[in-house]
């Protein structure tokens, strides 16, 4: 009986020395190609080009040397059937009985500096055809796909369990594939300008951490990136601390996007997934100060975000008796503020340091699941439309300035969503409540007597003028919303009656 054959051929050659040596030793002979061939000869490893078996020689460069009848009738061959033998066996066809392989590496060269010629050039052809082939006919045929399996096949080769392995290996082989193909369609149907929203979605992730959980104990749960997504906090570095449960990444990445959208210098505090401080100021350390003063109760044990470098006076001012956060995220900690962190005696040896680039402002896509299926929309990037002065009252030039930054603000709190605040700091929040006047109610009653001279942004249109009546008695003097409601006229009455300023945008920013 002859000796059982192997075909190797990957990309990453992580441990094929090691495993060509352990199929050889258990008598198999190992087929195998280009530099993957080379590697193993040069280890001493007895190889036979798999130009020999097709008696046709590589040739384009590479892209043609395992599309071939001697190849895939080898992988495709149903040694069970009487037919399929007979077959093989007239055409000189000799069975494999293992394939390992993996692709072309098209994913990292797509996300490091490249041509379009490059990306194309990346795209493997022969090893997903193999792959597929020896998957199908897994009955025969063990696929592996990932080096970390390579002591998995020798151990079960051992212990004559290798078929009970082929159901698994042949999942993973098609998942490989699948993600492989995914990564490619979704690269150059931008590259062709193709709507993001097409007929069919095609979108791979990859795993990076597993959890103890979910948002709840009972729950699984795990993280996996988008291997073309924009930079973010699924692809942050930690630097100090336990890794982040499911619901400090919902938070995290919460908090991230928010100071995203505000100026320099800026921190944003999320807690439960609505913001509860946001701030900006001359230093990080005061921007932090300002916006955990916001709510004091709620930014305890919350997630603290800057918009670049915690020096030594923020780490301070986090590290102070009295505050506990869980995770703190920047574009970078200096060594002076890790060194605060790691020396702070209770909370500040475990809390989490991630380093995180700060997100794009261009418009991502957006994936939320239902029963069933799934939703896809942009990601809200503010669209730039002129804003309309509705009142009689035109805001001044410092109430402008409120205006805008909480109308950056408004569009991260869970609708109804209204918020109360200055120039440079969130005063109070009102979230997720199933009226727009209650919202502004709760706003109003954290922020406190800080809302006189304050400014107030929704995220939607108002629709009656009671919130315009709560808003004036708590001392608000400007307004900013979308518009839009059968009441506008109503609503501007009302702002004139009580010298509100009241700002248009024409744009919401539901977030449910």
């Known amino acids: 009986m002859p000796n059982p054959r192997a075909l190797i051929s990957v990309t ?10 352990g199929l050889a030793e258990r008598g198999f002979e190992i087929l195998s190609t280009g530099g993957t ?34 190849v895939h009738g080898a992988l495709l061959g149903d040694t069970r059937l009487d037919s399929h033998r007979h077959q093989m066996e007239t055409s000189g066809i000799v069975p494999i009985s293992i394939l390992a392989v993996n692709l072309y590496a098209f994913e990292e060269t797509v996300r490091s500096t490249h041509t379009y010629d490059e990306a194309v050039e990346s795209i493997d052809i022969g090893g997903p055809a193999m792959i597929r082939a020896a998957a199908k006919n897994h009955a025969n045929v063990a696929v592996i796909v990932d080096p970390l399996d390579y002591p998995l096949i020798l151990e079960a080769i051992d212990q004559n369990n290798l078929p009970e392995l082929r159901k698994s290996l042949m999942a993973k082989a098609f998942r490989h594939t699948a993600y492989y193909d995914s990564v490619i369609s979704r690269y150059f149907s931008h590259a062709a300008g193709d709507n993001p929203l097409s007929d069919t979605l095609t979108m791979g992730y ?28 699924a692809m942050g570095t930690m630097l100090a601390g336990k890794e982040l449960s499911y619901n400090n990444i919902l938070d995290s990445d919460g908090a991230w996007e928010l100071v995203g959208d505000l100026p320099p210098y800026s921190c944003a505090i999320i807690k439960h997934g609505n913001p509860c401080g946001a701030a900006t100021a001359s230093t990080f350390g005061d921007a932090y100060i300002a916006a955990r003063e916001a709510d004091p109760i709620s930014a305890f044990g919350g997630i603290a975000a ?48 991630v380093e995180v680039p700060l997100p794009p402002s261009h418009p991502e896509i957006s994936l939320r699941t239902v029963r069933g299926g799934v939703l896809v929309q942009e990601t809200d990037e503010a669209p730039a ?70 400014v107030l942004a929704s995220d939607a249109f108002f629709p009656f003028s009671d919130s315009i009546e709560a808003a004036a008695e708590a001392g608000i003097v400007a307004v900013i919303q979308p518009g839009g409601s059968k ?26």
Do not use: C
């Not at 990453?12 to 040596?21: A, I, L």
């Not at 078996?53 to 590589?58: D, G, K, R």
């Not at 702002?495 to 539901?510: D, I, K, P, Y």
């Open 306 to 353: 800057f918009n670049g470098e915690v020096d030594l006076a923020a780490a301070e001012a986090m590290a102070q008796k009295g505050n506990f956060l869980e995770v703190i995220l920047a574009t970078r900690f200096t060594p002076e503020a890790l060194d605060v962190f790691a020396n702070r005696s209770g909370w500040g040896q475990t809390v989490r340091l």
């Open 487 to 512: 009441q506008d006229q109503a609503v501007i009455e009302k702002s004139n009656e009580l010298g509100v300023a009241m700002v248009f945008t024409h744009s919401r920013h539901f977030r449910h």
């Open 12 to 21: 990453d050659k992580s441990g094929v020395v090691e495993f060509g040596k």
């Open 385 to 454: 439309t002129e804003w309309e002065v509705a009142s009689r009252r035109t805001p001044t030039e410092e109430e402008w300035k409120s205006l805008r930054f909480q109308w950056s603000v408004v569009k991260h709190v869970k609708s109804n969503a209204i918020v109360v605040g200055t120039v440079d700091r969130l005063l109070g929040v009102g979230a997720g409540q199933m009226n727009r006047v209650q919202s502004v109610r709760l706003a109003l009653l954290q922020a406190g007597e800080k809302a006189k001279g304050a």
């Open 37 to 70: 061939a080379r590697e193993l000869r040069a280890a001493g490893i007895a190889v036979i080009d798999v130009s020999e078996v097709t008696q046709f020689p590589e040739m384009m460069d590479g892209r043609l040397k395992t599309l071939h009848p001697m």
């Open 206 to 233: 990859r795993l990076v951490q597993s959890m103890r959980y979910g948002e709840n104990p009972h729950q699984s749960a795990a993280l996996y990136v988008d291997p073309l997504g924009a930079p973010g906090v």
